[in-house]
T-cell receptor
Framework: AQKITQTQPGMFVQEKEAVTLDCTYDTSDQSYGLFWYKQPSSGEMIFLIYQGSYDEQNATEGRYSLNFQKARKSANLVISASQLGDSAMYFCAMRGSSSGFQKLVFGTGTRLLVSP | KAGVTQTPRYLIKTRGQQVTLSCSPISGHRSVSWYQQTPGQGLQFLFEYFSETQRNKGNFPGRFSGRQFSNSRSEMNVSTLELGDSALYLC??????????FGPGTRLTVT
């Protein structure tokens, strides 16, 4: 079984600053994938970034980077140069080889508020 | 490419009724997964369909069912609605790679 823990219910950051959203995971699978999604108030889940368990380099997508520390089982999302439009819920999720196929297990989310 | 579409976007039903939600995946994607999101339980996996076959199922009662058609479009059905079924229902479309993209969701309110 897989488990995702997000310990920050809410985070505040000023525009143009960087912010780190924490995510730890637990799995006995050797092969797994870690995802971050953004959910604005409209409800749609927007894919941000993906890290495979065998990827040696941390994933980056524009202003998003994933700080993957396998030994610590953490997969923190770093958003550089925050923008007002980054205000949303952020979910960390994982998919493991034992859970089968496309099933994602989500954390409880972190609400990010970006102020001017 | 068009994204994942879900219809309807909003729905109000009465306890005891049944409801059918629809999801059209991204063209070429053969996997469709369904999730329920509530404030109390968070995001929970319902089931996944691939090439018209259910290949994974979450821990939900039998009132929740789904199917997938030959064009990969999927429907989920909830029978005998309960107040606790009020939720945002999200559909995700996937290919053979790691990618999974979600639709805008259907917000179901049961009164």
């Amino acid at each position: 079984a897989q488990k995702i823990t997000q310990t920050q219910p809410g985070m505040f950051v000023q525009e143009k600053e960087a912010v780190t959203l924490d995510c730890t995971y637990d799995t006995s699978d050797q092969s797994y994938g870690l995802f971050w999604y953004k959910q604005p108030s409209s409800g749609e889940m927007i894919f941000l970034i993906y890290q495979g368990s065998y990827d040696e380099q941390n994933a980056t997508e524009g202003r998003y980077s994933l700080n993957f520390q396998k030994a610590r089982k953490s997969a923190n999302l770093v958003i550089s140069a925050s923008q007002l439009g980054d205000s949303a819920m952020y979910f960390c999720a994982m998919r493991g080889s034992s859970s089968g196929f496309q099933k994602l297990v989500f954390g409880t989310g972190t609400r990010l508020l970006v102020s001017p | 490419k068009a994204g994942v579409t879900q219809t309807p976007r909003y729905l109000i039903k009465t306890r005891g009724q049944q409801v059918t939600l629809s999801c059209s995946p991204i063209s070429g994607h053969r996997s469709v997964s369904w999730y329920q999101q509530t404030p109390g339980q968070g995001l929970q996996f319902l089931f996944e369909y691939f090439s018209e076959t259910q290949r994974n199922k979450g821990n939900f009662p039998g009132r929740f069912s789904g199917r997938q058609f030959s064009n990969s479009r999927s429907e989920m059905n909830v029978s005998t609605l309960e107040l606790g079924d009020s939720a945002l229902y999200l559909c995700a479309s996937g290919s053979s790679s790691y990618e999974q993209y979600f639709g805008p969701g259907t917000r179901l309110t049961v009164t």
